[in-house]
């Protein structure tokens, strides 16, 4: 197999069409935002796009994405192994089970466990939460969401730039930033979005805040898009649980691994 290196957004978008759901992070990244950060490998035949995966150097560290559901792990793999030579030395990766093994000669892998990927199937749901004490947060509040991540969420995938969407939700308890929600992709061109950076300080945790900033977040963004997801670790229950009254509900698995050469 030869990979190639796709360049056309259209077509790329066309193959991402096919299961929209399992890609919205990809087409996400079709976004003007997010493109000029994206790497797509793929694999193309006569009927054009048989399989494909993106690398995203937008971060400190390179996040690659290959996606697939049971039927095409083969395909994926023989494309992930062809690409290897083309390949960060090291990277952080979102692979669908079985993927993995593509990589298992020439990386060390560290797996950071297992993770669903939920997509909004009822936002009826959303209209079941008081949202009322939810503020919008802007670049004036950079240092305020810091605090929290830094308190809250260490180590987690937060780019400054996101603020910028406007779509970034928390909650203030007496003056102090204590819960938020935001983005990881937001595209209303490509109508689909995805949530990430959702933390509640250690303190404030159990009353329900998580479920009040990412009910208001879901609202704001289906005002531009069609399609909401998340990816959420499969360990954590609390968080599922919230996510299915909230509307949303598992459509894959998958897992996320450190790997770096040999």
Request: aromatic share 12%; charged share 20%.
């Amino acid at each position: 197999m030869h990979p190639v290196c796709l360049h056309d957004p259209q077509e790329i978008e066309a193959y991402l069409r096919r299961d929209v759901e399992l890609h919205l992070y990809e087409i996400g990244d079709l976004d003007p935002f997010f493109w000029p950060y994206t790497t797509w490998y793929a694999q193309r035949a006569a009927r054009g796009v048989e399989q494909l995966f993106l690398v995203y150097t937008g971060t400190d560290l390179p996040v690659l994405l290959a996606t697939a559901r049971p039927q095409g792990i083969d395909k994926l793999c023989s494309l992930l192994q062809a690409s290897l030579p083309f390949l960060p030395r090291r990277f952080y990766s979102h692979l669908s089970p079985g993927a993995q093994a593509a990589f298992e000669e020439d990386y060390r892998l560290e797996s950071h466990g297992l993770h669903y990927k939920m997509a909004l199937r009822d936002p009826r749901a959303l209209d079941a939460v008081d949202t009322s004490q939810v503020e919008q947060l802007s670049s004036a509040d950079l240092d305020d969401l810091l605090a929290l991540y830094e308190a809250a969420y260490p180590g987690n995938w937060f780019d400054a730039r996101m603020l910028e969407t406007g779509m970034y939700f928390g909650i203030r308890l007496a003056g102090t930033l204590v819960a938020v929600a935001g983005i990881h992709v937001y595209s209303p061109h490509f109508r689909v979005a995805t949530i990430g950076n959702v933390t509640t300080h250690p303190d404030y945790r159990c009353r329900g805040l998580g479920q009040q900033v990412c009910a208001r977040l879901s609202l704001e963004l289906l005002k531009n898009v069609d399609h909401v997801g998340l990816n959420v670790k499969a360990d954590n229950a609390p968080a599922i649980h919230s996510y299915r009254k909230l509307g949303f509900v598992k459509i894959a698995e998958y897992e996320e691994f450190m790997a770096e050469l040999k």
